[in-house]
């Protein structure tokens, strides 16, 4: 593997998919190998489907184990079929979130244990890591009101359903993840104006790896 693999993740709202449409233009114009960027299930159709039975309002029996399965099932099929390609054949790829959000969400959140969910994605993943993650914080109640504000440009799904004390548990996951992972886990604080935030990711990332930009 010789690509470089790039991860966004934080809360509902912090802003990941708002700072990767400005930022992906910006390192492409400074990249000397080709940039992909991939949110999960991305652009595999089994990966699909599985987040379509994840996400169904619907489907409110759902187990929280079935659901970290189903999660970490999704990720593997868009790993082979998307992020592994790319990486071989030594391109960058960013995904919109990854292991970490099942860990923070389903470890956390839906309290089946941190690590019993890291185990089960190392499966997943065949221990595959991000060499870089980017945690754009915003305090719980920040992100939520973003989303409220925001709420007829995105689709009402399950997770939407959730109460305060379960993204504070969310968040609570993330932090310890940040604390855990130093080297590979830099935060940037996402209460910022948005372009303040697309900076302050693009210095993050370009400093890192000093060889593929500029
Ligand atoms: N730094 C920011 N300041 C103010 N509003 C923001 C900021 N970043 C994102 N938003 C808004 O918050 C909402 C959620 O952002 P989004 O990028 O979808 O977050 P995420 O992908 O992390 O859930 C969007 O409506 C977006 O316009
Ligand atoms: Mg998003």
């Known amino acids: 593997m010789t690509g470089t693999f790039i991860t966004f993740e934080g809360p509902d709202g912090a802003g990941k998919t708002s700072v990767l449409q400005a930022l992906i233009p910006r390192l492409k114009a400074q990249s000397q190998v080709a940039l992909n960027l991939t949110r999960e299930p991305g652009g595999a159709k089994i990966s699909e489907k599985i987040r379509d039975v994840i996400l169904d309002p619907a489907n409110t029996e759902m187990d929280a184990r079935t659901e970290a399965l189903l999660y970490a099932a999704s990720r593997r099929q868009h790993l082979v079929e998307v992020i592994k390609p790319a990486l071989a054949q030594g391109d960058i790829v960013i995904c919109d979130r990854f292991v970490d959000s099942s860990v923070a969400y389903q470890g956390g959140g839906r309290q089946i244990g941190t690590q019993a969910v890291l185990q089960m994605n190392q499966f997943a993943t065949a221990g595959l890591e991000p060499d870089l993650t980017i945690y754009l914080d915003v305090p719980v109640q ?28 969310v968040h609570s996951a993330y932090m310890k993840l940040v604390a855990d992972n130093p080297m590979r886990i830099v935060t940037v604080d996402a209460t910022q104006p948005l372009g303040s935030v697309v900076t302050a990711a693009e210095a993050a990332i370009t400093k890192r790896f000093p060889s593929l930009f500029g």
């Open 142 to 169: 920040v992100g939520l009101d973003r989303i409220a504000a925001h709420q007829h440009e995105r689709q009402y799904d399950r997770l939407d359903q959730e109460s305060l004390a379960f993204h504070e548990r």
